[in-house]
Each structure stands twice: as C-alpha cells, then as structure tokens.
C-alpha cells in the first residue's frame, strides 16, 4: 500500500463532499459535465444498457434455433433481430466501452488532470449516445410515413443491392445508416482526443516508452478508428444520395457496384475487429502483471507488435470477400497479409504468457478472467488462421463456423477481457470492491455458457449451416448441436444477470477498498478511490513505467533496468 | 509439459500403457469422423464429406491447416495451462517473485518461429488456391449457368436449351470417363452465393459480376445446399439441389428436357410420391432417378382428353385440360414459362418440366398435388417472404390448375 505522505499525486483522502442541491440539479451536472471520469462513467453504463438489450435479441435468437423447424417469431423479426445484434454489440457496446474505459483510464495513467479536448469529450458522449437512440426508434418510428420497414433487417453489413429502395422500402436502411452515421462523428472525437490526450498531456518523466501498455493500444485503437471509420462514413452517405437523390453507386440495376459496398464496409469492417480488440488487450496488460506480481514481460515487443497491428490490419479486409470472385492472385495476397497477423498477436500471447511465467499468480476474479481471455484469444486466433486459408475458407466463409470463430474473439476474448477490467478498476471508480463470491459465480457460470455455446457452434458450420437463417431443416442434422448452444446462451445471460446484480450491490454495500487495492503499480492507484475531480493534487512526476513499484520498492527500483 | 498432463489426468496408468491407450483413443477418434463423414450423398451437407476435386482438396487444406493449429494448441495451449497451475499461488506474504523484464533473445525466437509456420502455411495455401481457381477447362465440360434470384435459383443449360428451377442436374464425371460441369454464377436481383459443401465451396452470385465455379462429382445422388449470402427474408429457404446422375441418366434427363412441356394423359391423379418426407426434411430415396420419369417425353404427343383407361369418363384429364386453361387465363404466365404455350414470364421458375422435379418452393416441400395447392393458394403459407403473391383462384381451379403442373413431367 502506498504511503500517503509520498510525493506522486500525494494523494489526496479528503473526504468528498456531500451532494447538495435538489436531484434536478444532480442530473444536471450529470448532462452537463465534462469530466473525463464522469463521461467514462457514462459510457461504461451506455455500454452496459445495450449490452443487455443486444443480449435479449441474441436470446430470441438462440430460442428460434433451438429446434429445426421452429416458429418462435417470424422470418422477418428474426432478421431484425440479427441485424440489431450485430449492429447493437459492434457500435453500440463495444466501442462505447472501449471508449469509456479510454475515458477514464488514459488520463489517470498518464498523470493528467482531465481529456485535452473535454467539451469535444461532452459531444462525443452525446452523438454517440443519440446515434443509439436513433437506432432503436426504428423500432417505433420505422412506419413513418412510408408504411413499411421498421428496425434494419438485412444483416449487419448492408450488403448492397439488398439496401436499395428496390429491395428494402421504407426507411429501415436509413435508420442504420443514418444513426451510424452520427455515433460515427461521436467515435471520431473521442479518437481524436485520446491520440491528443495521450500524445500531449503526459505527466513529468512519462516518455512514450514509459505510458502503460493499456494507454499505448489505446492509442493505436484510436488512430486505427480515424482511418478506419471515415470509408465507412463515406459509404453511408453515398448509400442515402442512392436511396433519396438518384446516386448510382451500390444500385446495380442502374450500373452501379455491389462489390464496391463490400470494400468500403470491409475496409471499415476488419480494423473494427482490432479497434474492439485492442483495447482488450490493453486492460489484459494491465491486469496480468499485477495479478502476477511481475512486470510486462517484453513492454518494446508489446509496443511494437500493436503498432505492427495496426498497419497490417488495414491490409486484410479482402478476406471477408475470399468467395467474391477475386483473381487467384489477389486471394493469394489477402491470405498472405492475413497469416502475417499471426506473428505480432502471437508475440502478445507468448509475453503474456511469460509475464505468468514464474510469478506468484492471485487468481482473484480480475485474474480470472484475463487468465481466460489469454487461452480463448489463443483458440479464436487458430480458428482466424483456418478461415486465412482461403480454399478452406469459401467452404467456411458465412457458415455456423464463422460465427462461433468471431464470438471467441469478441466474447470469449473481448467480453472477458473488459469483464476483467471491470472488476479491477470499478474499486476505483466506486471506492468499493465488487463482491469476490458473485464474482466466482459469474466467471464460471459465464464461461462454461460460453464454451457450450461456442464451441459447438463450430460444428454445424462444417456440416454446411450458413448464417442468417431463421430456420433449418430436422434432416440437417444441425438441431442438436444448435439445442447445446442455445442453453449455453441462456446460462451466459443468467451469468450476466449475476453481474449486473455485482454492479448494483457491490457500488451500494461493497466493502471499502481504499485507493490501491490490488497493490498495483500504474498511476491511477497513486489517488483516492474515486478520485477527485482534478484527478492528482500535486501533478506527479515519473520515472519509470511503475512508478508505485518505486515507491513501493525504494531500493530496487525499476528505473535501473529501463 | 505432457508429462504432467498425464500425471494429473484422471487416467492414473503406467507409462507403458499409455501409447496404446493413446492409439487406441485416436483410433477410434478417427473412425468415428470417417464414420461421421462418409463420401456419399447425405442429406447432411457436411464438408468433412467431399465427392468433387475442389471439395476435396478443400477438405486436405483443412487438414493440414488442422494439424499444424493444433500443434500450436498443444505447444501453447498446454504453455499457458502449466503457467495456470504452476505458478497459482494463495502465499500472501508481501515478498515479491524475481522481475524479469524480458528477453530479446526468447523474443526473437517466438517471433521467428511463427514466421516460419505462416511461410510454409502461405505456400501450400496458395498452391491450393492457384490448383482450385485456375484449373482448366476441358473442352467437353457441361457449362451451366446459375442464375440467383429471391428466393430460388434458375439453372440454365446453354449447351441444350435448356431452363429449369431449384433442381440442377450434372453428370457424374469419373476418371474413365471424365465430364466436370462449369458454371458461371449471376444474380437476377441481390447478392446470393451457391453453396454445396460436399461439392465446392461457395462462390457468390452478384448482380454486377459474373464469376466461376467447377465441380466434378464422383458419386451419383442428390447433394444439399443453401444460399450462403443474406439475401433477404427467405435466405434460409433458399436451399439447393444438385442431382448427380450417370452419364445415361444424365443424357435422359436432358433430352426430356429439351421437349416442350406438354400435360400428361393420365397423370391427373395424385401420383405417389417419389420421396418421402422425413422429420421435416426431404430425403431422396435412392440414388437414381424414380423409372417413371425416363419415358415420360413419350406420352407427350398425347393431346387428347380422352385416352385416360380407368373409367370415369377421362375425369382426371379433363381436370387437367381445365387446369392448363386456368394456368394461361390468370397471371401466372406473366412469371412463368411453359415451353409449348404461350406462357413464356421470367420472372418466376421455369415451368416445363415441373411435374418432373421432387420439390418446389426452391426445395422446402415435396412436390405433389396438396402441396402444390397449399403453395398457389398462398405461397406466404409455405415460404413467408415468397416474392409470387397469392393467386385468387378458387379450390376447383386450385385442384386443376395444381393437377396441371405436377403433370408436366
């Protein structure tokens, strides 16, 4: 436990003061604030609501599969609510948690008092937050005036034609493009201020080098966002001149291109899978040393490897288009760049794994769940090599196979791994630990609901079950498999119910936890829990990349060996 | 690392047991997927299944790229278990394990390892790729071309003349006497993609590109498939049917084909069914073609309504007479072709030969006469986003207009 007579941050434990005023005036600050930490919050809680709602559609999902044949809802709600799901846990959930975490973190490990941009943080939130509103008003207001269409239906990419009047009358392609659109302009400015933040706000001693490795992924997460969000930006408004002012570019009937959509969402679409995944490997980087007691193991390789991550991952999106037709050669290429990411997500693995290596594990649920993500990032990263073979891949391209492939990424890697973070830092957000017991019982009840789900899921997409269908037939042979993964969904979303019910508890009667209660070593734990509104009260000075270990440790201090 | 696997495996056995152990475990592994997957037709689509080149050698990059991943499982998989449960650890003394910060060395090596693994991964794949994609075609390959449409698919056969809908039939092609089939893939209207696992991989069917995929079965049957590609409301009814046939049955087929539709004397009656109808699904019953279909260009000079032998005055073909009547009086002929009359719409399936096809609906039902009126009564009944609205017609013309087309064989 650091001493609070040190110098770094000197930590301030005066007590918050109490909150006055009426409940208008506390929602008020609320709405109106632009504290990185309070806009953190709100993000986090964003992302957390619609991780619910994405989960209930996914639940109607896996009732309707339960059994072949089955008429549970319609085909046409059905469809709704796949696209939904999709669209809901990517733009919706995940970079807003992303995000939130970003927020709150990056600021606090790197010394600063708040975001370089704290109003544009404000209007980030908002856009993001009304784009989500916008969306779901489908719901409700996609009768309109045209009389047809209600929520998006016609997958998560919109592949064109199907997104012409022609084919999707009333205005449920609007819906998705349009709100995507606005939440769109809310990810561009965080990733803006996030570079900003993290490039010029860094606290005294804090080189480029010495950032935790949760800020540098944060960072390439943010500039990957920049390039990686604007085609797609770009695509939405060339497919709303199509609809409403007589554009041709996705309209085949009139000369225009589907493939050219392809490109522009897949060039979008694959840097999405790291914008989301990044960051999850960011908050594994922080939590694996300190659950076992030793420093990152290889921090230039990590750095270096996330960098290489970034460029190579603009270079692979055609592999979401290996059955499109392409020249031989051009599917050679795609299966080249997309087998060389394997060698700096490898590295990551291999060092995490080091940094266990020898260490004195605690396996408190923090650590169990990024102990996990490092073995499923593993399994879902040998699957991503099969679908990188591409003869192999036009059989699996858009079966079952592929599904249960990007769910261990973005579940079982992803969701585990910001699950973790949760459980780390919400002491600090809240000042209370959240309750070991529940933990335990959301760590393994999630997990084994996850593994049910999808690991069997992998095997009706070698037994030829595309994605997208509402229904299959008994003589498939796909319905057991399919039944195994339908319960496993059901104890995953009673495994969350367990975690929302953490959250609530926990924040209300959670044992106090003081400011640095896993002992760690990054500058967020050198201030009270929660910390005040100026994050530091004197601005700390560094001089190496754990700069509580040095404090902790006065006579074997990292800064020798740096 | 294996070592103590196997000492904290439940199978408490002596070393010298455990190799045969193991072999018998992988034996019986193995038997159980070729068991699983067998060569032939099957109404499960499964790509472990392959019966044509392109599936095949699918399936042997699959398994190297299996092998070599689940070496990567074993040697990293069982890395991080024995870290798990080596290093956990309940001391809560404050002292501190050695730090060790990293090594340039150890990371040069688990960073040139994998570059290996993904150039030997790179070169067999792209072998693979070049070997599928640009094999040749041989001069006297069957072309067709498969056309996607919302929801079903139209097979055209340039070669012969030939159109038909939802039911493709190829020859088989055998080492003696070697026939693939070429096909070229375009979508009447959305992006759809022709999947037949145990045939080929999927290659997609959009509007603005045409593109090519080839097959040469081996073993004569029926082979299952869907439309891999969200294309709208009826996606997961957009199933297919490739018949394999010999090269004799082949050559019937599409010389019955080639004969203009005409209505059959007799076939009135509700014939039997030539498959049955199993837990939902449509399971072929045999691997040839049912015996009744071969002479049926035969009966086709057979205009009259009066010929019909069992009693009750030529009842069924005047039914059926009536039923083509209804057939070219209502709108059906704006979407549907019966070479022969003047039905000649394209937007809907072809209907020429209708009676000789085992489905309709793209594959969803069997093909018979209550079927048939259930779908013209109402296609939403059977397939909800069916694009062929309702036909107004009443139960006797239903019953003459559905008695009409299954006797087009």
């Given amino acids: 436990m650091a001493d609070a007579s040190l110098p770094i941050g000197s930590l301030d434990l005066t007590p918050e003061a109490l909150a006055e005023g009426t409940f208008r005036e506390y929602l008020h600050g609320w709405v109106t604030t632009v504290d990185h930490k309070r806009l953190g919050i709100l993000y986090v809680l964003y992302a957390l609501f619609f991780l619910v709602v994405g989960g209930a559609e996914a639940m109607i999902i896996r009732v309707q599969l339960m059994y072949p044949d089955n008429h549970f809802v319609s085909p046409e709600v059905y469809n709704r609510m796949f696209t939904m799901h999709g669209t809901t846990m990517v733009f919706l959930m995940g970079m807003p948690l992303l995000f939130g975490f970003a927020n709150y973190l990056v600021p606090l490990m790197i010394g600063a008092r708040d975001m370089a941009f704290p109003r544009l943080n404000a209007l980030s939130f908002w856009l993001t937050a009304f784009g989500g509103i916008l969306l779901y008003y489908s719901f409700i207001g996609g009768f309109g005036l045209y009389g047809q269409g209600s929520a998006p239906d016609v997958g998560w990419f919109e592949y064109a034609p ?70 797609l930006t770009a695509a939405q408004v060339m497919l709303e001149l199509d609809r409403y002012l007589g554009a041709h570019f996705f309209d085949t009937q009139a000369g225009g291109s589907a493939l050219i959509w392809a490109h522009f969402f ?108 490092v073995v499923h990032f593993l399994l879902s990263g040998l699957t991503g090599i099969m679908l990188s073979a591409s003869p192999w891949d036009w059989q ?26 949760i459980y780390y830092w919400f002491p600090k957000v809240t000042g209370r630990l959240m309750d070991e017991k529940l933990g335990k019982w959301h760590f393994w009840l999630f997990l084994i609901g996850f593994h049910l789900t999808f690991d ?19 003589s498939r042979g796909w319905a057991s498999w399919n039944m195994i993964a339908s319960v496993g969904g059901f104890i995953q979303f ?50 190496s990349r754990r700069p509580l270990w040095d404090l902790k440790h006065p006579s074997d201090t990292d800064t020798q060996y740096e | 690392m294996l070592h103590w696997m196997l000492k904290r495996s439940t199978f408490a056995l002596r070393s010298a047991r455990r190799l045969p152990v193991a072999a018998v475990l992988v034996g019986s592994l193995l038997f159980a997927a070729s068991a699983w997957a067998e060569n032939k037709p099957s109404p499960i689509p499964n790509m472990f299944a392959p019966v044509s080149t392109p599936a095949e050698q699918e399936f042997t990059m699959s398994m190297f790229v299996l092998g070599i991943t689940l070496g990567i499982l074993v040697v990293v998989g069982g890395s991080w278990a024995y870290v798990v449960a080596k290093y956990r650890s309940t ?40 070997s599928i994609q640009d094999h040749p075609r041989p001069k006297n390959a069957l072309d067709i071309t498969v056309v996607g449409h919302q929801f079903w698919w139209e097979y055209r056969y340039p070669q012969y003349g030939v159109v038909v809908a939802n039911e493709m039939h190829v020859p088989m092609s055998t080492p003696g006497q070697v026939r693939p089939t070429f096909m070229k893939l375009q979508s009447a209207d959305v992006w759809h993609s ?141 979407c549907h072709a019966v070479q022969g009359t003047n039905a000649n719409g394209r937007f809907g399936p072809n209907l020429t030969h209708f009676g000789s096809r085992d489905t309709l609906g793209s594959g969803i039902v069997v093909n018979n006469v209550d079927n048939l009126k259930a779908w013209i009564r109402n296609p939403s009944d059977l397939k909800e986003g069916a694009l062929m609205p309702p036909m107004q017609l009443d139960e006797t013309q239903l019953e003459q207009v559905s008695l009409y087309l299954t006797s087009l064989k």
Avoid at chain 1, 343 to 359: E, L, S
Avoid at chain 2, 216 to 228: N, R
């Fill in chain 1, 162 to 231: 199907l997104t012409t009047r022609t084919y999707s009358q009333g205005h449920a392609v609007d819906f998705w493009a349009l709100s995507l659109f606005v939440t769109g302009w809310g990810t561009l400015g965080a990733a803006i201020n996030i570079i900003t933040t993290t490039i010029s706000m860094r606290c005294k001693g804090m080189t480029m080098m010495r950032i935790p490795l949760f800020c540098w992924l944060l960072l390439c997460t943010s500039a990957l966002t920049l390039v990686a969000i604007t085609p």
């Fill in chain 1, 266 to 373: 897949w060039i979008f679409g694959h840097p999405e899978v790291y914008i989301l995944v990044l960051p999850a490997f960011g908050v594994a980087n922080e939590i694996i040393p300190v659950f076992s007691r030793k420093p990152a193991f290889g921090y230039t390789a990590m750095v270096a490897a996330s960098v290489g991550i970034v460029f190579i991952s603009l270079g692979v999106w055609a592999h979401h288009m290996f059955t499109v037709g392409m020249t031989s050669a051009a599917n050679a290429f795609f299966t080249l760049s997309t087998m060389i990411i394997a060698v700096p997500t490898g590295i990551k693995v291999f060092n995490w794994i080091a940094t266990m290596w020898g260490g004195k594990l605690r396996f408190a649920t923090p650590m169990l769940f990024a102990a996990t993500f």
């Fill in chain 1, 396 to 421: 699996l391209h858009n079966s079952y196979f592929v599904i249960a492939h990007f769910h261990y990424v973005l579940v079982g890697a992803i969701v585990f791994s910001m699950l973790a973070g």
């Fill in chain 1, 456 to 474: 069997f899921l992998h095997v009706p997409g070698i037994l030829g079950m595309p994605r997208w269908v509402y229904t299959y037939e008994a």
């Fill in chain 1, 494 to 543: 009673l495994a969350s119910g367990i975690f929302v019910w953490n959250l609530l508890y926990s924040g209300l009667h959670g044992a106090e936890a003081g400011p640095d209660p896993w002992d760690a070593w990054t500058l967020e734990w050198a201030t009270s829990s929660p910390p005040p509104e100026y994050n530091f009260a004197v601005e700390p000075v560094v001089a």
């Fill in chain 2, 91 to 130: 001391d809560s003394s404050d002292v501190e394990p050695p730090q060790i910060y990293g090594s340039p060395q150890v990371e040069l090596a688990w960073t040139i390892v994998p570059v290996v693994i993904v150039v030997v991964l790179f070169l067999t794949t792209a072998r693979m790729i070049f």
């Fill in chain 2, 194 to 334: 022709f999947w037949v696992p145990q045939l080929a991989g999927k290659v997609d069917n959009i509007p603005d590109h045409i593109n090519d995929m080839w097959i040469d079965p081996h073993v004569p049957g029926v082979y299952v498939g869907q439309c891999g590609q969200f294309c709208g409301v009826e996606h997961a009814m957009m199933l297919i049917r490739v018949y394999v046939d010999t090269p004799d049955q082949f050559q019937r087929w599409i010389t019955n084909q080639q004969q203009p539709g005409v209505e059959q004397p007799g076939a009135g009656q509700n014939t039997p069914q030539q498959v049955i109808r199993q837990q939902g699904g449509v399971v072929p019953t045999a691997l040839e073609l049912p015996a009744n279909r071969s002479g049926a260009g035969s009966g086709a000079s057979a205009g009259g309504g009066d010929q019909t032998g069992a009693g009750s005055a030529g009842q069924p073909m005047n039914q059926v007479v009536a039923g083509k009547q209804v057939f070219l009086q209502n709108a059906c002929i704006n």
